[in-house]
């Protein structure tokens, strides 16, 4: 070998050792912290090996894998502070990366999504979405702030993916094999925002409940507290409400043929308020005529006064055991529940009061939807990539109307039958995307109904093996009673069946009922 090949040789190898070096100072935990990533600092990179972590707010979380702790602040735009943590175990990792979402106008990491991803092997990360706020604030400080509106609506779940799949390579020295997306209410909006935008963030999305008509949302907020502090003899006082709960399920109950308490497809109940209006002068266990058309108003969704066009989904007949959540605050003081994002649009004086739902409507709508509306049926490139998506909602949801999201998944499927780019035909949408409908679960979680379910297990099924989901068995919580038998458990179907029982069984055991088509 002469000399100059010699030199040259030497000096390549003098490189690759650097490069080796770098790449190892970062596969510790505390290395991390010298990670250079765009407009990204890294705040804070330790190990945590105590199996407990105590948040900034909340409970202490106990039962904790030993992981690396990274958090981070990322700013994307002058305005941005978007704040995101990655849990990564130490050992036992599973090669799967587990984005999970928020909720509400978000301000804070959920601890308790990156424990509960983590526990199951998982390297997982959240986002506050850039919507902090010191205390004491509301989200009113964001008015006039369109880069906080843009963070929140889609571009901080994006940014948090993209870095924490930067520090999950750094760290294990290796991608992961699948990479997943699981929220629920905001973070459903999430979920879908990913599948619509950034079609090749996640190989599987779970999401619930999901608040991706989120102008609609807002404004079928407002319309149903408006409906109820209309005047003092509209308002659904708590007995009012329990009368009217215990009517419709009485009416409703046993449509799918059993008495179990709960209604599995709302769609069906026609259940009519007016039976419940009170005939004399006493009112117990009775509605007032305002009461009945409160109930009609919230069940028939927000309308453009002018056209009758119907503006969002109303709520479903089995919610109401929820609709004290619309307002308990009656009269003068009342504030409508998430106020603020109407201030963005009609400044920090808006009177709710005054709300137009015609041209006003309309505004709100043209000046937010773009960034944080995420109801593009467009999945095409997400579906022809193999990417899985399964949305899931319950019928009882008193806060986001369910009808949206079968709103949604219809408009899926009759993109899918026309449109030039999806290859496939409607008889194959339902080998990327599927619904389920939760009968007598309220927003996310809670309700009469069997409503504890794993989402994201059959999603891994679906992607890593091709096993789609034909139902998922929901149970109900505890999972024993307090004589130790088995609690309720319930098929969830794939939209549009739903669970009809055989006839003849336990009505606890879920093998005695099965997914039909009605």
């Given at each position: 070998?002469?000399?100059?090949?010699?030199?040259?040789?030497?000096?390549?190898?003098?490189?690759?050792?650097?490069?080796?070096?770098?790449?190892?100072?970062?596969?510790?935990?505390?290395?991390?912290?010298?990670?250079?990533?765009?407009?990204?600092?890294?705040?804070?990179?330790?190990?945590?090996?105590?199996?407990?972590?105590?948040?900034?707010?909340?409970?202490?979380?106990?039962?904790?894998?030993?992981?690396?702790?990274?958090?981070?602040?990322?700013?994307?735009?002058?305005?941005?502070?978007?704040?995101?943590?990655?849990?990564?175990?130490?050992?036992?990792?599973?090669?799967?990366?587990?984005?999970?979402?928020?909720?509400?106008?978000?301000?804070?990491?959920?601890?308790?999504?990156?424990?509960?991803?983590?526990?199951?092997?998982?390297?997982?990360?959240?986002?506050?979405?850039?919507?902090?706020?010191?205390?004491?604030?509301?989200?009113?400080?964001?008015?006039?702030?369109?880069?906080?509106?843009?963070?929140?609506?889609?571009?901080?779940?994006?940014?948090?993916?993209?870095?924490?799949?930067?520090?999950?390579?750094?760290?294990?020295?290796?991608?992961?094999?699948?990479?997943?997306?699981?929220?629920?209410?905001?973070?459903?909006?999430?979920?879908?925002?990913?599948?619509?935008?950034y079609p090749d963030d996640?190989?599987?999305?779970?999401?619930?409940?999901?608040?991706?008509?989120?102008?609609?949302?807002?404004?079928?907020?407002?319309?149903?507290?408006?409906?109820?502090?209309?005047?003092?003899?509209?308002?659904?006082?708590?007995?009012?409400?329990?009368?009217?709960?215990?009517?419709?399920?009485?009416?409703?109950?046993?449509?799918?043929?059993?008495?179990?308490?709960?209604?599995?497809?709302?769609?069906?109940?026609?259940?009519?308020?007016?039976?419940?209006?009170?005939?004399?002068?006493?009112?117990?266990?009775?509605?007032?005529?305002?009461?009945?058309q409160t109930v009609r108003?919230?069940?028939?969704?927000?309308?453009?006064?002018?056209?009758?066009?119907?503006?969002?989904?109303?709520?479903?007949?089995?919610?109401?055991?929820?609709?004290?959540?619309?307002?308990?605050?009656?009269?003068?003081?009342?504030?409508?529940?998430?106020?603020?994002?109407?201030?963005?649009?009609?400044?920090?004086?808006?009177?709710?009061?005054?709300?137009?739902?015609?041209?006003?409507?309309?505004?709100?709508?043209?000046?937010?939807?773009?960034?944080?509306?995420?109801?593009?049926?467009?999945?095409?490139?997400?579906?022809?990539?193999?990417?899985?998506?399964?949305?899931?909602?319950?019928?009882?949801?008193?806060?986001?109307?369910?009808g949206e999201s079968i709103?949604?998944?219809?408009?899926?499927?009759?993109?899918?039958?026309?449109?030039?780019?999806?290859?496939?035909?409607?008889?194959?949408?339902?080998?990327?995307?599927?619904?389920?409908?939760?009968?007598?679960?309220?927003?996310?979680?809670?309700?009469?109904?069997?409503?504890?379910?794993?989402?994201?297990?059959?999603?891994?099924?679906?992607?890593?093996?091709?096993?789609?989901?034909?139902?998922?068995?929901?149970?109900?919580?505890?999972?024993?009673?307090?004589?130790?038998?088995?609690?309720?458990?319930?098929?969830?179907?794939?939209?549009?069946?739903?669970?009809?029982?055989?006839?003849?069984?336990?009505?606890?055991?879920?093998?005695?009922?099965?997914?039909?088509?009605?």
């Amino acid at each position: 070998m002469t000399p100059h090949k010699t030199k040259w040789s030497l000096h390549v190898l003098a490189l690759a050792s650097l490069a080796f070096y770098h790449a190892r100072s970062f596969a510790t935990c505390e290395g991390l912290a010298a990670l250079q990533l765009p407009h990204t600092t890294i705040t804070k990179a330790e190990v945590v090996t105590s199996g407990k972590f105590t948040p900034p707010v909340g409970k202490l979380l106990r039962g904790l894998p030993a992981f690396c702790r990274v958090a981070a602040t990322l700013k994307p735009s002058p305005d941005s502070d978007i704040r995101v943590e990655i849990w990564m175990p130490q050992s036992g990792w599973n090669e799967r990366f587990e984005g999970t979402g928020n909720g509400g106008f978000a301000g804070t990491i959920i601890y308790n999504s990156l424990a509960e991803g983590l526990r199951a092997g998982y390297a997982v990360a959240n986002t506050d979405m850039g919507m902090a706020m010191p205390p004491g604030a509301t989200a009113s400080i964001f008015v006039n702030r369109p880069e906080r509106w843009t963070d929140w609506g889609y571009r901080a779940t994006h940014e948090m993916t993209l870095v924490a799949k930067q520090i999950v390579r750094a760290y294990y020295e290796r991608d992961a094999k699948y990479s997943y997306f699981t929220g629920c209410s905001t973070g459903g909006e999430q979920a879908l925002m990913e599948s619509q935008r950034y079609p090749d963030d996640y190989d599987g999305i779970v999401g619930g409940a999901a608040a991706n008509n989120r102008t609609g949302v807002h404004v079928s907020i407002l319309w149903n507290f408006g409906a109820d502090q209309k005047n003092p003899a509209s308002y659904l006082h708590a007995a009012a409400l329990f009368a009217l709960s215990q009517a419709v399920v009485n009416a409703c109950d046993a449509l799918d043929g059993v008495k179990d308490g709960v209604i599995s497809d709302p769609a069906k109940c026609q259940f009519d308020p007016a039976v419940l209006q009170c005939k004399g002068t006493s009112q117990q266990g009775c509605l007032t005529a305002d009461q009945v058309q409160t109930v009609r108003e919230i069940y028939a969704g927000p309308k453009n006064p002018r056209t009758g066009e119907s503006l969002y989904p109303g709520l479903p007949r089995g919610s109401e055991f929820g609709w004290e959540g619309l307002d308990r605050i009656p009269g003068p003081a009342a504030i409508p529940p998430y106020a603020p994002i109407f201030q963005w649009v009609f400044g920090p004086d808006w009177d709710w009061r005054q709300f137009d739902f015609d041209h006003q409507d309309t505004l709100f709508t043209q000046k937010l939807a773009g960034m944080v509306n995420a109801t593009n049926p467009d999945i095409d490139t997400f579906r022809a990539h193999g990417h899985k998506l399964l949305i899931y909602h319950g019928w009882a949801d008193w806060l986001v109307a369910p009808g949206e999201s079968i709103n949604y998944y219809n408009a899926v499927v009759a993109r899918a039958k026309v449109a030039p780019t999806s290859g496939q035909p409607i008889a194959q949408i339902d080998q990327s995307v599927r619904l389920f409908m939760v009968p007598g679960m309220a927003h996310c979680s809670g309700g009469p109904g069997a409503t504890h379910f794993d989402a994201l297990g059959p999603v891994v099924d679906w992607v890593e093996h091709g096993v789609a989901p034909d139902k998922i068995i929901a149970t109900t919580l505890p999972l024993n009673d307090i004589n130790g038998a088995p609690t309720p458990k319930r098929p969830l179907c794939p939209y549009p069946a739903t669970a009809q029982y055989q006839g003849t069984g336990n009505t606890n055991d879920a093998s005695n009922f099965v997914c039909t088509v009605r």
